[in-house]
């Protein structure tokens, strides 16, 4: 190009020494020729000197290398458009964005970079930043940066310097183009992403639930299930029943991974021993024992500050237990009664439909055997109704004396069909199945309780 332009420059310092000095017809029409020979580097000169711009009206967005590309990359823009309510940007594109040589200076862009500038320049729609979501775009923010701040500000509150945090989905940021409309400011994108959504569910209550039971369950508290259904009475749940189980899901979690060290008791270990001068189901206690101490090291991770997993990684005992030993009785109860065995007290059978046992902070005292409403109940042994009405939660209840200092106790019935005082045999008639005092449905509730103490009915059964 620097040779051209000398080139230039000495054709025209001929020319204008030839105009100065005397003219001939013919020399006049070598002037002209000359003329257009020097118009004619002068536009060579000048067109090599420019560019291919992409042009939206009278404003340059991008100086290309290629005019092909830059073609394409219009027709690729047009072609995104198409359809819908995209036709009128698609319109745009082609009445307003051309491709002209140009001196004017701009930015040199290309593929993705070209069509996103072009879009800006005549569509609505704009560069934006997707957060993605486990695979899903879960809003639109302004600019990459933007994006990136949303993340540390949900990160910054469970950060620690001994713990690893990250989040529990998939995220990534992703630049695309977008209405300008859905953009999301960073305050707005916090507000979303901390309230998350209420998601609704219910749980239908069944016959024999228990608050503690479906608590434990759903992995819930008490106090949560409670605080979710106000004026509901956990000792007058009705099967059927539809109790709430509202909750918020977040829509980005935060993990915190960390090693806890935790200095804990070892429980004292039973060892029991069998002793024939004792009932079955008596238990005397021969040692004490102690506890222990051990070291345990967990790895323990948080969601959103709250604990949801918890794995042992390593123990150390620095005082081992001593164990605690039980005389357990083998003597077998009303042997010379109905084979040492306790009757069933439901006349048509039923299985165990609750056991005896802890039961969250409380104890269930006895067994409560399912069976149909008005289903007969029967003495498990022969002996003395000592009580036959209403016992608090126990509804209408029934006590039977078998001597030895042994009573049976027949819980929850509809019906009671003797009376105190009465002598009673193995098997007899006593009432029917009912939902009476502290019920969920219908079963007989059944205590085995010996010298006032109320022991595990199927040792006896």
Wanted: charged fraction near 20%; proline fraction near 3%; include cysteine.
């Amino acid at each position: 190009m620097f040779s051209l332009q000398m080139s230039m420059n000495r054709h025209l310092r001929r020319l204008t020494g030839f105009i100065a000095g005397p003219k001939e017809p013919a020399a006049i029409l070598g002037v002209a020729a000359y003329t257009i020979f020097i118009m004619f580097l002068v536009s060579v000169v000048n067109a090599s000197n420019m560019s291919w711009g992409v042009f939206a009206g009278e404003r340059l967005i991008s100086v290309v290398a290629d005019a092909a590309e830059g073609r394409a990359v219009i027709r690729q823009l047009i072609d995104e458009n198409k359809g819908g309510s995209g036709n009128q940007q698609a319109q745009a594109v082609l009445e307003r964005v051309y491709l002209k040589k140009t001196r004017l200076a701009g930015p040199v862009l290309s593929g993705d970079s070209l069509k996103l500038a072009i879009s800006e320049a005549v569509t609505s729609r704009v560069k934006g930043t997707g957060v993605v979501v486990d695979g899903k775009t879960l809003l639109v923010m302004s600019s990459r940066k933007e994006a990136q701040q949303l993340l540390d500000e949900l990160k910054a509150p469970y950060a620690t310097p001994d713990g690893l945090t990250r989040f529990a989905e998939d995220i990534r940021l992703v630049d695309t183009l977008v209405e300008k409309s859905s953009i999301v400011g960073l305050d707005r994108a916090l507000e979303m992403v901390k309230n998350g959504v209420q998601k609704k569910a219910g749980y239908r209550i069944k016959e024999g639930d228990t608050l503690w039971d479906i608590a434990a369950s759903l992995g819930l508290s008490i106090d949560n299930l409670m605080a979710l259904n106000p004026g509901l009475n956990p000792q007058r749940l009705r099967p059927g029943e539809m109790i709430s189980l509202s909750r918020t899901e977040y829509l980005i979690n935060v993990e915190t991974v960390l090693t806890r060290v935790s200095t804990e008791v070892i429980e004292i270990p039973v060892e029991e021993r069998k002793d024939p001068s004792l009932y079955l189901g008596e238990r005397r206690v021969l040692a004490q024992g102690k506890t222990g101490k051990k070291e345990v090291t967990y790895q323990v991770t948080l969601r959103n500050g709250a604990e949801v997993d918890r794995k042992e990684i390593g123990e150390v005992v620095l005082d081992k237990p001593e164990p605690k030993i039980v005389a357990t009785g083998t003597r077998i109860l009303l042997a010379s009664r109905g084979g040492g065995r306790l009757a069933w007290p439901t006349a048509a059978g039923g299985s165990v439909v609750s056991p005896y046992g802890a039961r969250g902070d409380g104890m269930h005292t006895g067994i409560d055997i399912g069976a149909g409403h008005g289903s007969a109940v029967v003495a498990a042994e022969s002996g003395t109704v000592t009580m036959a009405g209403w016992y608090g939660g126990y509804g209408k209840c029934v006590d039977i004396s078998h001597g030895e200092g042994v009573v049976t106790r027949y819980a929850h019935l509809s019906n009671i069909n003797v009376e105190v005082g009465q002598s009673v045999a193995r098997g007899e008639f006593i009432g029917r199945v009912g939902a009476t005092g502290y019920a969920t449905g219908p079963h007989l509730h059944f205590e085995v309780i010996v010298n006032g103490r109320r022991v595990n009915p199927m040792n006896y059964l």
